[in-house]
């Protein structure tokens, strides 16, 4: 009996031994939080041997990385819901009280909303323009866990108009390029003057002013641009699908290359995805 007494007080020890560590093990963690969040995945980076490091635009948390923990491995069904162009609910296991803190949160569990991908990864066209938007996303919302709904429900519409096959991929994306710039504060204009606001149309176009200037306002690298091309571009701005459908290509081609250079202004580099983009 002594020695079964032994044994069990031992035991006891040991467990107590145990929780104690775990005790001083989540003393030095700190508070470790659940977070729920919907968000589309902008990219991944490999981790270790199985693990990923896994970029999102989240609805409520803006930009996000976390790790997700072997989602490489063949038979890890988790992984395949955290690709590219997904729309996913995510859960996150973060130390402290904050998403976005000390260390990269854990991404715990994911559900798919819906997989965009799978009508965007098939086509070229629009694969590339897809990944310029994920990338343009991305640049628009550089500091992590600062809210940007308006750009995040800009990228879903985008991605879902794009999968869907509803209108040219290129058309798409220089849409979705002009209303980032819209809700960030670049809105270009595309009829009255950007400087002195005389009402347009206005035949002068420079970069460097905001749009469309008048004929006083042109300053040295001022453009002449088609009125057409104009016309496409306040429609991509505003949604009027049916006047850029019914567009010109090279009027198309002309406005691309426009909404490039705003883009690369305002940015102050441009995207390394625009330059496999079919126009």
Known sequence: MGAVKTAHTNGVAARGRTRSGR??????????????????????????????????????????????????????????????????????????????????????????????????????????????????????????????????????????????????????????????????????SFGDCAKCGMPGPNRFFSVASGGSVCVDCRVPGSVVPSPQTLVLLGALLTGDWETADACEPRYVREGSGLVSAYLHWHLERGLRSLRYVEK
Not at 28 to 46: A, E, H, N, P
Not at 51 to 78: N, Q, Y
Not at 104 to 126: F, N
Not at 172 to 177: C, I, K, Q
Request: include cysteine.
């Open 23 to 188: 005790s001083r093990a989540w003393a030095r963690m700190g508070v470790m939080s659940l977070f729920r969040d919907d968000g589309i995945v902008l990219r991944t980076q490999k981790l270790g041997e199985a693990d990923r490091i896994i970029t999102l635009l989240t609805r409520g948390h803006g930009r996000v990385r976390a790790v997700a923990r072997g989602v490489r491995r063949t038979k890890s069904k988790f992984g395949a819901r955290l690709e590219p162009f997904s729309h996913v609910d995510v859960q996150f296991f973060a130390r402290g009280s904050e998403l976005v803190g000390r260390g990269l949160p854990l991404c715990t569990q994911s559900e798919t909303i819906a997989p965009y991908g799978g009508g965007i990864v098939t086509d070229y066209a629009r694969y590339t323009a897809g990944t310029a938007m994920l990338e343009t996303a991305e640049r628009f919302t550089d500091h992590e866990g600062e809210p940007a709904v308006q750009q995040y429900l800009l990228l879903v519409g985008g991605l879902r108009t794009l999968a869907r096959g509803e209108h040219a991929p290129h058309l798409v994306l220089d849409a979705f390029l002009l209303r980032s710039l819209a809700v960030n504060g670049y809105a270009p």
